[in-house]
Structure formats: C-alpha cells, structure tokens
C-alpha cells in the first residue's frame, strides 16, 4: 500500500471512518489551532478544513494522530510490518560463497527500486507561478497567541550541500513575512544549517525547495534522524516500496517530488543580515524565543490545479507528532541495535518531547555497563540532545509509567548512579544557561555488581507461587468476582 498523494491518504481515511470534513467557516489564525487542539488530546480524527477565511485552498491536519494512522502512513497494518522489513534489511548477512550471492540478489534489486527516479515533469507542475508569486493564497497558520507571525510547519525543506551536492530533506518551521519573503529556522546542529554555511563560506545564494506533501512517507522521511549521507527519498522508497518520483524545480536547481501538493522555490542570500524569527509555540510546550535566522526569498510556486495544504501544530503534549516520534523511536530501535546490541529496548515518552528524556533497557553484562549505554546514546545522531537517559535491568517493561516510576523510586541511590555530563543540547531547550548546550544526567537503575562496589544483599521481588497462581486460576469463576 503506498500513496500518490496526500489526497490518497485522505480518501483512505475517509473510507475508514477517520476522517472529518469541516465546513464551518473558520480562520487559519488560532482558530485552526483551537479545533485541532481538543481533537489531537481526545484521540480524535483527521480533519479536512474546506472553509477557510484566508484561503480558498482547504487544510488538511491531524492525518497522523493516531497509531493506526501513522502505521497506514507507512503503508502498512502495523508498524511491526515496517519495523520487521527494516530488521531484514540491516540482518544480511556477509556472503561467503556464489550460491549466497546468488540468494541476495532478489533483495539488492529491490533495494535497487527504492533509488529515487526522475521524470519530467507532474501533478505538482499543473500550475506554474513565476511573476506572481503569492504564498499567502495557501492557508498559512498562526498556531498560537504570541506567535511571531504566520507558520509553515508541515514543509519538507529540500537542501543540497554546495560542494558534495548531497540532497537534504529536513522539517524546519517557517515563519512567513510576506507573500514572497519567509524565514527559515533551522537549528545549529541541523543539516540544513551546514549547507547554509557553506553557501556562505563560497557568498554564493543558496537554492532552497518547500515541499508541501506528496505520499505521507516523503513527510514523516524529512523528520526521520537518517544517519550522514542516507538521503532521505531513499528511506521514503523503502517506506512505501516504491521509488519517489523527483522532477527538476523551475527556478533552482534542486529535485523536488513530482507528486507534491505544493513547491515553493527560491533561495536564501547568505550576505544578508539575519532577521528576527519567533516567538513560537513549540512541541516543548512553552513558546520558543526570539533569535536570529536567515531570509528565503521565493522566486516560483509550482502547484497541483487543486492542491490541499498540509500543515500541523505543535503545543503541550500529547500532539500530532508524538505519534510520528513515536514511530520513529520503534522503526530506528532496529538501527540503534546494530551499534548496541545490547539494548533490549528504548522509550522516548512523549512528555519528554523526544529529546529530555530516554528510557533503555539493556542486558547487563558488566560493571559499568550502564554508563556505557549512555555515553553511546549521547553519541548517537540526534540522541546526543538526550537531558535525561535512565538504564533498567532487561527484564523491565519500560513502555510502563507504572512500573517505571515504582522501579526507579526502589532501585537507584541518586549519590551514587547519577552521571552528569556537558554537552550539546537541543536549541529548543531553554533552561540551560547558555543556548544550545548545557549538562546532561544518565541514571542508572539497573541491578548493582559487587564490582561496582555494591555489597548489600539485594532483596527479591514479592511474586505468587506458581502452583497457588494455577489453583486460583481454576476456581476463579466459582469466586463471583468478575
């Protein structure tokens, strides 16, 4: 199952019930925000918002917010029909005669159909607009009350590294300013961010491609932490076992995915002086500031002759992009494995907002070994923003607040396993004194060895015997109590 557009997935979810079409005349300005707000808290479903005072063009938000939705956004039932195809990817195995090269072959050539194809032209090209460029036709959000502006936040931002030329594909917010000037706010550490200092090491412009949808896979790739140099259409192949389809942009020279609602084209003049970007409500929940980040200016807007304009928010948790980090967190476990094989398994709760907090199970084989796993974690791509990581024992199940909580209150002397460390930090994080960096703690709540000093008797766990489990069992409907 894979998507042409995000006007497939929409009728999917339509057919199954999950989705809701609004008719009401509402604005883009908060309004939006308030409906989509109670509906991601509640569960609820997708909306599809028609009438729109700011745009003719209708929105489309909360295509995510569930895992059911999430997982069909992949093209699959359940995300463990992902994560088993990604497992059988990274498991192969190094071959050591002719007849095992020979067994490999159907899977490199599938490999081979997930490479990115090029066409000449698309549905995003049915409407061209060079001379009279306007990004305020689309129903551009402002999400909250102390918002700097109005918000894209749903754009896959399409980048090339000057020199290399490696394609990028990020999610960054961009606030705009007018209909043909916005401003684009990426983080330090991003990758965008570094092409952009390469155009300007070079004081070259630098050509830039808002994507606005295509086939949910493209969006959830562009948030997707790929390791260095695994582009990001590639992983979007795999996600809907086909290629993504790219097409030359008219007015810059970056690829673009020819079944995208939206492109925005233009470039970013490393000469000029930044601007003021912000505030933002943002997933931490609290308003990001003000800080400094460079202009885009759009010199075309390509467009399907009807296009929807995909766009989300972010706030207090839960949200929409939980369930997308969610996702994330069980599809890239599989790689984390590969570099620590130990790790049994990983929450990244969502009240952490992905990147204070990460809870790990692991198999202990030796004293210190916690400590291992969080110096490893802090070096593992977007896990080094980790703040908090806390370690069990394997045989805790981790996706339990519960049990986490009661575990950790009963096993840890706070003295002795806390590890603090420097490092950097996500931009977002604002308690730290200085921004993007700050310290960081790893809690160890596995069993202790006496090697690392421990020589107390460790007390067992209060269980049932067996045998009285199995009589109860028995007799329990004799019992009257269910």
């Known amino acids: 199952m894979n998507f042409d557009s995000i006007g497939d997935f929409i009728s ?14 509402v604005s883009c300005e908060l309004e939006i925000t308030e409906i989509a707000d109670r509906v991601m808290k509640s569960g609820g479903p997708a909306l599809l918002f028609k009438n729109i005072r700011e745009s003719k063009i209708p929105l489309a938000i909360n295509l995510f917010g569930s895992e059911r939705r999430m997982a069909w956004a992949l093209g699959v039932e359940t995300l463990d029909e992902k994560i088993r195809e990604l497992e059988s990817l990274i498991q192969i195995p190094e071959p050591k005669s002719l007849v095992d090269k020979m067994k490999m072959l159907p899977l490199l050539m599938k490999i081979g159909n997930f490479l990115p194809k090029h066409v000449p032209g698309g549905p995003v090209k049915e409407v061209i607009q060079k001379n009279d460029v306007n990004i305020l036709e689309f129903p551009i959000m402002k999400c909250w009350p102390k918002d700097g502006g109005r918000y894209i936040t749903f754009a896959q931002v399409v980048t090339e590294d000057p020199v290399k030329k490696k394609r990028n594909v990020g999610m960054y917010r961009i606030q705009v300013i007018d209909g043909k000037t916005c401003i684009m706010h990426w983080q330090t550490q991003k990758v965008g961010r570094a092409h952009f200092g390469g155009y300007r090491e070079r004081k070259e412009k630098m050509p830039v491609a808002i994507v ?28 809907r076992d086909a290629p993504v389809e790219l097409t030359r942009a008219e007015t810059i020279p970056i690829d673009v995915p020819a079944n995208a609602e939206i492109v925005i084209e233009g470039h970013i003049d490393p000469n000029e002086p930044l601007v003021t970007e912000g505030p933002f409500g943002d997933h931490t929940g609290y308003y990001s500031l003000e800080d400094k980040y460079p202009i885009f200016h759009a010199t075309a ?102 049990e986490v909580v009661w575990r950790l209150g009963n096993l840890i002397d706070p003295k002795r396993d806390m590890t603090f460390v420097n490092g950097p930090l996500d931009s977002l994080n604002f308690a730290s004194d200085l921004p993007d960096v700050g310290s960081k703690v790893g809690v160890d709540a596995t069993r202790k060895m006496p090697e690392e000093g421990f020589t107390r008797p460790w007390p067992d766990e209060i269980e049932m015997s067996a045998d009285v489990k199995k009589r109860i069992d028995s007799i329990w409907s004799k019992l009257g109590l269910t």
């Open 12 to 25: 999917l979810l339509k057919q199954k019930n999950e989705l809701r079409e609004i008719a009401e005349p």
């Open 212 to 239: 606005l949808g295509g086939d949910p896979a493209l969006i959830f790739s562009a948030i997707a932490p790929m390791p260095p140099d695994v582009d990001e259409y590639l992983f979007a192949g795999f996600l």
């Open 301 to 402: 807007v390509t467009r399907r002759r009807s296009p929807v304009y995909p766009s989300t928010i972010v706030g207090k948790p839960p949200m929409e992009d939980g369930w997308m980090g969610k996702a994330i967190e069980r599809l890239f476990l599989p790689l984390v494995r590969l570099t620590l094989p130990e790790i049994v398994d990983m929450n990244l709760p969502v009240e952490g907002v992905f990147h204070n907090v990460a809870i790990v199970s692991i198999r202990k084989r030796y004293p210190g070994h916690a400590q291992k796993i969080m110096h490893a974690i802090w070096g593992l791509g977007q896990l080094m923003f980790t703040k908090i990581i806390i370690v069990f024992d394997e045989d805790v199940n981790i996706q339990d607040p519960a």
